[in-house]
């Protein structure tokens, strides 16, 4: 029997759409009606690519080969007991609880535990720690925004929803939704996001800073000297300056390709100080276009437990920050991690050829429900069931909005807290055990 369970948050991107109705057959999903292609292939495809059902352990012919719970568990605490320098990273593909019972973990073994953010938006991390954040909700930004720009990124590909549920969509003071809203896209490269924008100023290649400064002189009425600056006419940018210095309410979206572009952390402050200033002329904000669905939850949840966001290092007991020198890439690559523990990510897939050499080296623990490049190193899976489908958890929203996601279907499999509690509580047996 055909049952719609509507209400459900989908778990692929910052975007958390909240509006997704499941159709659920058998205690399996077998459809969905609001969400993207990316977020239905997410919801449909949980038994799809190859999951993994049961724990999964190297033997000595290198070989996995199915295992239980508890004989998974004890072989990853084994190693993490015994590592003199783990390394914890990922964690943006579960939920808060899941992450606060990793810190613990992290905390109790002198692990450096480390997510995400330090390949996408640590840059952006770095510069609201050194210039503040002049933040909205989505809610302000569908209701009240006039003016929006999307600076570095393409949601029509990356965030598909993003567009129609804040910038088409009809707001309290934006009845006509998109005809009430003047579309802003920077971007080097014509995009679809950028063929629905009114003005796309193509900035050229790794010259972002150049234009953000650029433009903040034009607001603060010096005259820019040359005739195009980072690529773009010099009547281009007065134009653009004088529809922001305009708005009503205005929002800048900005994303990996402002963040990874020359000058990183620096564009980001200059972004924010942009934003500041165009507050002296009506009322503007700006939201960071994060990837992972609690990507933002880890780096909520990492700050209450330790003081830190990421790249934390708790090898004296007392954390220690230093992006650069604790991140994941960092300590592989100079081969100071000895064990690594994997979960809710896939740095197989992403990271740089050196440090794959260094994870297929070490022992590595997977906490992850499919077949993936990581897991294709790993000598111990530990499959999870997933959250905002097989089981409920809490996520933070790109802006930082605590949502709460739904159970929508059962399953046999160990949550992600359940599995890193009782990695926890075994670990503690085995330090006590060696005093």
Partial sequence: MLELVKNVVCPFCGTLCDDIICKVEGDEIVGTMNACRIGHSKFVHTEGAMRWKKPQIRDENGELVETTYEEAIERAAQVLAKSKRPLMYGWSCTDCDAQAAGMALAENTKAIVDNTASVCHGPSVLALQDVGYPICTF?????????????G?????????????HVFARGFFRERGRSDRTLIVVDPRESDSSKLADIHIQVGYNQDYELLDAMRACMMGHEILYDEVAGVPKEDIEAVVEVLKNAQFGILFFGMGITHSRGKHRNIDTAIMLTQDLNNFGKFTLIPMRGHYNVTGFNQVATWESGYPYCIDFATGIPRYNPGETGSNDLLQSKEADAMMVIASDPGAHF????????AEIPVIAIEPHRTPTTELADIILPPAIVGMETDGTAYRMEGVPIRMRKVVNSDLLSDREILE????????????SK
Avoid: F
């Fill in 153 to 165: 990124c393409n949601p029509m590909h990356a965030h598909p929803r993003h567009l129609s549920r």
């Fill in 422 to 433: 009782k990695l926890m509580k075994r670990v503690m047996e085995i330090k006590t055990a």
């Fill in 139 to 151: 809610g302000e930004v569908k209701n009240r925004a006039d003016v929006v720009v999307y600076w």
């Fill in 352 to 359: 740089p050829q050196k440090s794959l050499e260094r994870m």
